[in-house]
Every structure is written in C-alpha cells, then in structure tokens.
C-alpha cells in the first residue's frame, strides 16, 4: 500500500512498504507549536525552551547499518544491525527576543555555549548540524528554507533568535528531540569581575521599562537612571548579587520588579517623578569590582514636639506606638531555589540559618523563596542570608504622626526619633509607609535600623 504523509511544507508520498520491510512513518512528532506564545527575552545568560516554527521535508530512508545515514543530527537510533528506518526534516525553532548570541557562557567549551537534546549536551550549533541566527533586524531568512519555494516569500524571522536544522537528522525516531539552548542574552557580562555570565540588576529593570520593542513603555525621563538606580546597581555589584533573569510567562512588569527588589533586599520607591529603587543595606561593602556606602544621613529629629496626637486615644499617652515582633516566631531557616547554571539550568535549593537562634527557639522556616533569576550558588546563598537578616533581626516597628509641614518625607528616609516612654534618644529609623489623611496629617510607620547609630 501507499503510505501518504501529511503535515509540513513539502510532504509528500513515502515509499511502498510491505510486510518484509519496515513501516515508515507518516507523520512528525514534536513537543511544542504554539502560535501566539510570547517572546522570551534573555537577560545574562540562561537555558531556554524551543517554540517549533516551521517544518518541511520531512521523510525516512532505509540505512542497512545502525546509525544515521551521514551528517550531523540531534536524534538517536536503535544501534541494532539489519535494515533501520532513519528519519531528517527541515526544521526551524523559535528561541527569544534578539540580538543576542550563542557563544561566549564560560560553562561551555571552547566558546560554544550548550544545547540540551534528549538527556544529552553538544557544545556548539556546529558540532550538532544546526544554523543559528541572532535576531539581528532584517535578518536573512535560511537559505535553505529560502529555495524551497521560489514563488512564496520565506520569513526571516527579523528581531527574533532562531535555529534551523537543514536537515535534522532523528535516527530512529520520527521525533523531534526535547532540545533546548544556553543563550547568551541581554546585558551579560555586566554583573561584575566575579560573574562573567551575569548580568547587573538595575541594567535589567532599565531595559524591561524602557527598551522601544519589548519594555513596559516606562518613560526613561522618569527612571532615576544615573541616581538611585545606578546607586543601586553598584550595591548589587559590591554585594555580588548578579543575575541571570529569563522573562518566559506573561505576568506585570511591576511584578517582575518586585520579584527582583525582593531578592536584592531593596525597595521600589517612587520619588516625586522619578521611579527608585533604595537597597536597605547599611554597611559598606567592596568586593566584584565595584564598592558602594550606604545612605545613612537622617533628615528631621524628631521630638514630643513634632508628633501629632492620635485622634483615636490610642497613643493619648505615647504618640509613638511599639509594636515588637516575637523572636521566638521569627524565621530563622530560610531557603531560595535557584537555577543552577553548573547543573543544567536545574533548580537547586540553598539553605541560609542562624544556628543560635534555631538552639534557642527550635526551628522557624517558611516556604522556599523562588530565586529564579540567580544561576550561581554566590548570588543566591547572599541573597538569602541577607532576606534571613531582615526576618531574624528586625523585631521593632514605630509609628506616629506628623503634620504637613513633613510633607517632603518619602519612604526609605531615616529620621531621627526620642521617645521617653520607649527609652528612645535620637534613635534612627528607616521610613517604610506614608498615609496622608484628609486633614493633611502623616502617619508614618517605620522600622529600626539594627547596629546603626546617628
């Protein structure tokens, strides 16, 4: 009988096969084709998914040995002697926003960065039969694809990172292989001396916001860029946390920003016109090529004079309300998961504790933290020793309020406050919240700032 395949461009009839020979297959298998899927965008360097975008071609041959029938390929074979059914297909897969590359991680070899194909890793699109491109704009389309068909016009897929197997050879199988790519992305190599790979956090937030094709539309006249931001960044620096972020499912910008806050422990603040992002750190530090100061000057000291009372009798006695965590309920086992570049991309899970604590109170963990944008153990272990930090050690919070004339604070600002009743005497505080009530009164709530003194 005449086996007839479907599917791609170029399909066409397979040969006559009887009960002594075996069977071709009619039809390609693969895993994803999504149309309408968004288009990741690769900060640093990271491992990411294929999108099938087209195939044509794709047909079987009969090999008498075991193994496939010359060229390279991605897809294995039976091994065995005899007569074996060996499958290629013209391919291209869709991989991230470009222009971004395929070489230059340090966890590949010889400057080839890895593909992953079915439980196994090539170095190089070369070494596995593949043609890459970048994702420059106007980009030619694959001349291969491109002389398939001389009367309809073939995409080159401009502004987006694609591979094409011309053809891909499958062995055995009439499948494609789970294959996956490290792709060298936005902004890598900006992390620091330390993490050649990485990229710096406030070199990302900027480009997400603002960049023309894909940001947030984020005016850059309102992004704090030379100020707080690139104060920020050097804190990220000095602190080694670089990162390697891949954006690969649809959720708010803001959301991917207070992803990135959180494990830099920084806050997002907005400052008049201008969008900031303040690190909480307190201590200098100098290390991956960059050194940062914290920001400790205090703006008002504050008295018995500048407090407003509460209108509730709360605070008939004390305007400044204590509110002091339990030690013995803070977490003192805190741990993140994070992609580790070494191992493949897999997610690992680093554990940051504080052994006193734990003899002292028993154990006090909470769910891992999801730190998807480390790759390197460095970044996430500091990263989660700082956060263990902030729950273990921070157990005093303040709050009072301040008339209209304190309109200029803004949070993040240290000020300066003696309370006789708390035992305070210019004891300085970070500002976390402001409410304005509508007579113009400030409730402000803060946070002490452990070690520091004015």
């Known amino acids: ?45 990271h491992r990411v998914a294929v999108n099938l975008l087209e195939y044509w071609n794709f047909q079987g041959a009969s090999s008498s040995g075991g193994g496939s029938p010359g060229g390279k390929g991605l897809g294995g074979s039976s091994g065995k002697k005899g007569a074996n059914q060996q499958y290629s297909v013209d391919v291209a897969f869709g991989i991230c926003q470009g222009p971004v590359s395929f070489t230059g991680s340090s966890y590949g070899s010889a400057g080839n960065n890895r593909i992953w194909a079915n439980g196994g890793i090539a170095y190089g699109l070369g070494n596995a039969g593949l043609n890459g491109y970048p994702g420059s704009d106007g980009q030619a389309a694959d001349p291969i694809f491109a002389s398939s068909d001389a009367n309809q016009p073939v995409i080159g897929y401009s502004g987006t990172c694609y591979v094409t197997g011309t053809p891909l ?99 997002v603040v907005w400052s008049g016109t201008l969008l900031k992002i303040i690190p909480y750190g307190d201590q200098a530090l100098a290390a991956n090529g960059a050194s940062w100061a914290p920001h400790l000057t205090w703006q008002y000291n504050l008295g018995d004079d500048d407090f407003l009372p509460w209108s509730d009798g709360a605070g008939a006695s004390d305007p400044v309300l204590l509110t002091r965590a339990d030690p013995a309920q803070a977490t003192n086992w805190l741990s993140i998961e994070y992609m580790d570049a070494v191992n493949s991309y897999n997610p690992q899970i680093i554990a940051a504790f504080d052994q006193g604590a734990i003899d002292q109170y028993g154990l006090r963990s909470e769910p891992s933290v999801q730190a998807h944008g480390f790759t390197n153990p460095t970044s996430a272990t500091i990263s989660a020793q700082l956060m263990l930090q902030r729950r273990l050690y921070l157990r005093n919070t303040y709050k009072f309020k301040l008339g209209w004339r304190y309109a200029l604070l803004e949070p993040m600002d240290i000020v300066l406050i003696t309370d006789a009743t708390l035992g305070l005497v210019a004891a300085p505080v970070r500002i976390t919240q402001i409410e304005e009530d509508d007579n113009g009164g400030l409730t402000i709530t803060a946070e002490e700032i452990p070690g520091v003194t004015p």
């Open 1 to 45: 009988m005449l086996d007839t395949a479907p599917g791609g461009k170029g399909g066409g009839p397979s040969p006559l096969v009887n009960a002594f020979s075996n069977p071709t297959l009619g039809s390609l298998r693969y895993n994803t084709s999504q149309a309408g899927s968004p288009i990741f965008v690769c900060y640093g360097t």
């Open 169 to 267: 050879n499958l062995g055995s199988s009439s499948a494609i292989p789970d294959i996956s790519f490290e792709i060298t992305g936005f902004e890598s190599g900006s992390g620091g001396t330390s993490f050649p790979n990485d990229a710096r956090p406030d070199l990302i937030v900027a480009d997400m916001l603002t960049n023309l094709r894909y940001g947030a539309g984020f005016p850059a006249s309102n992004l704090d860029t030379a100020g707080a931001l690139a104060d920020w960044g050097a804190y990220c620096q000095a602190a080694q946390l670089a990162m390697s972020l891949l954006l690969d499912k649809q959720q708010p910008t803001a959301r991917w920003i207070e992803e990135i806050a959180q494990l830099t422990v920084s806050a």
